[in-house]
Every structure is written in structure tokens, then in C-alpha cells.
């Protein structure tokens, strides 16, 4: 590693608004984690739903295959 790559590493990890930015990284990586268990939570509910109405639509001979 070049000494010029490790002085900015070096300042980076000294920097006060670096350590800001990692903590605004961590935050919104666990936002889109909490976000994206949700849409997967969702979508398996909602997909057991739809299929009790194709279901339904489907003996009063509405639809399906």
C-alpha cells in the first residue's frame, strides 16, 4: 500500500464527519434490512390471499386454467 493511500486512510478514520458518515451507513443499512423483511413478509401473506381468490373465482367458474 502506498504511504499517500494510508495517510488518507489514516485522516478518514480521524475525521469527525467520517465517523458520522459510517454511522449514517449503519443506519440505513439496518432501514433497508428492516425494510426488505417487511416487503418479504408481506408478499408471502398477500400471496396466500390472492390464491384463496383465484381459488374462490375459480369454483363459481370465473378464471383459471
Known amino acids: 500500500m ?3 493511500i494510508a495517510q ?3 485522516r478518514l ?3 469527525e464527519e467520517a465517523t458520522t458518515s459510517v ?7 439496518m432501514i433497508v ?3 426488505v423483511t417487511a416487503i418479504g413478509s408481506v408478499g408471502s401473506s398477500s400471496g ?4 384463496g381468490v383465484e381459488s374462490s373465482l375459480s369454483a363459481i ?5
Open 2 to 4: 502506498s504511504p499517500k
Open 8 to 10: 488518507s486512510i489514516v
Open 13 to 15: 478514520l480521524r475525521d
Open 23 to 29: 454511522e449514517y451507513a449503519v443506519l440505513l443499512a
Open 33 to 35: 434490512t428492516a425494510v
Open 48 to 51: 396466500g390471499m390472492w390464491g
Open 61 to 65: 367458474g370465473f378464471g383459471g386454467s
